[in-house]
């Protein structure tokens, strides 16, 4: 007898047939004899719809409110799992986040969960119930309702794997698992067999839809197995996992993010402490910096440049706004026709040449190079945005991932 978390994603439970065919696939793990902890997200588009309502009713609504109404969508979705899973003759219950004591901080639409009392689940599972909890929603060391930022019911899912020492933890999704590059933008990319949590947690915070990247971090952390793989079939996915599996191959995967921009902010020469004041200052604001560079024309300018998320423009605007006019010859550029196009593979920290093979690809294409940023397992690079898809695919068959 195994104890196994499963996490539904929206696409997975988007209509009452849907349910009801995830129902049917639960009880037939049940009637293995394992114990099991079922996370759903909202029915199809559910969140969207509701957040779409929130600012038709108030153009700038109450974070408190707006995860009050969130939270609603996981509650349709785990109600009626329920219902279904009763009807195949099995004990069910469903719980809300706060009623499956997962507590988080007080950041509204943000929050991080910083511990779970799992007591009702605990007691629901030894009772013999199947166990359904609504996931991306928490409540507050001040007893308010939280949710945890848009694609949170995988950290949802992994924080019960975590507390409840689970033996296994499946996301399950309208996909086969990680691939290659988005099959959307490349035709023959190809499903990832097992990826190591490094590797996916660049992947995820460098544009990848796969995993939320804080889900990954619990799996990290609490080494815990995850299979990734389709609602729809029984065939396997992809396992992620913390140990290296040799495959010969430098890159694992390729991702592209288009939403974001890149920042140019200079001064007179003199400004010794330019990059110091920028970063400290969008650090404090908790914006997220990437690609960040820095030139200096001696006796003339001192230049940084990086890249940002295009939603944090809004914080990023105003606080070099105010930097740039105490400094200087102060000055700042904002360009939001940029992409950032990553390769991310564990093994190319042990080869030679790859950053090289990756810059030709993308200038043998046309395509103009801009930003350039590596670590041990990760090439990034910023590119227009037009260029976007045909990078990763010049990429994807640069780097012989279409096998
Ligand atoms: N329903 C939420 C969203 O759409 C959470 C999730 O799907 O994981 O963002
Ligand atoms: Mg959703």
Redesign the pocket.
Same mark, same amino acid.
Not at 45 to 48: C, F, H, M, V
Not at 147 to 156: F, N
């Given at each position: 007898m195994a104890r196994i978390v499963q996490?539904y =994603? !929206?696409t997975s439970v988007a209509t009452p047939e849907l349910i009801k065919a995830a129902a049917a696939r639960i009880v037939g793990l049940k009637e293995q004899g394992h114990e099991m902890i079922v996370v759903v997200?909202?029915m199809g588009?559910?969140?969207?719809q509701l957040m779409k309502m929130a600012y038709e009713v108030s153009p700038h609504p109450r974070e408190r409110e707006l995860d009050m109404l969130?939270s609603v969508?996981?509650r349709i979705s785990m109600s009626l799992l329920a219902m279904a899973i009763y009807d195949l003759g099995y004990e069910a219950i469903s719980f809300t986040g706060s009623q499956s004591g997962i507590i988080t901080d007080t950041r509204h639409t943000r929050a991080k969960i910083k511990d779970v009392k799992a007591f009702r689940i605990e007691e629901a599972l030894q009772q013999g119930k199947i166990v359904i909890v609504a996931?991306?929603q928490g409540v507050s060391e001040e007893k308010e309702i939280t949710?945890?930022?848009? =694609? !949170?019911?995988?950290?949802?899912a992994l924080a019960l794997a975590t507390y409840l020492q689970a033996d296994e933890c499946e996301i399950l999704k309208d996909v086969d698992g990680v691939f290659t590059a988005d099959p959307n933008v490349v035709a023959d990319a190809r499903k990832i067999p097992y990826i190591t949590y490094d590797e996916m947690l660049e992947l995820s915070n460098l544009g990848m839809k796969a995993l939320?990247p804080a889900a990954v971090e619990f799996a990290r952390q609490h080494n815990i197995r995850v299979h990734i793989r389709s609602s729809f079939h029984q065939k396997p996915g992809t396992i992620m996992g913390g140990k290296l599996q040799i495959e010969g191959r430098p890159v694992r995967g390729i991702t592209c993010n288009t939403d974001c921009a890149k920042v140019i902010v200079s001064a007179a020469a003199e400004e010794n402490t330019l990059a110091a004041n920028v970063f400290e200052r969008l650090g404090k604001a908790e914006v997220r910096v990437r690609l960040a560079t820095q030139n200096r024309i001696a006796g003339e300018r001192v230049e940084v440049a990086f890249a940002v998320n295009l939603a944090d423009l809004d914080i990023v605007t105003p606080v070099l706004q105010a930097l740039t006019h105490e400094l200087h010859q102060g000055a700042y550029s904002i360009q939001n026709d940029v992409a950032i196009v990553s390769i991310v593979g564990a093994e190319m920290s042990s080869q030679y040449g790859v950053a090289g093979r990756m810059f030709a690809a993308i200038s043998n294409a046309g395509i103009p190079l801009d930003l350039i940023s590596s670590s041990h397992i990760t090439i990034s690079c910023i590119i227009p945005k037009a260029n976007a898809g045909q990078a990763v695919r010049v990429l994807h068959e640069a780097f012989g991932l279409d096998y």
């Open positions: 996490k =994603g !929206g997200s909202a588009k559910t969140t969207d969130l969508g996981e996931g991306f949710t945890l930022g848009r =694609g !949170g019911s995988d950290i949802t939320h």
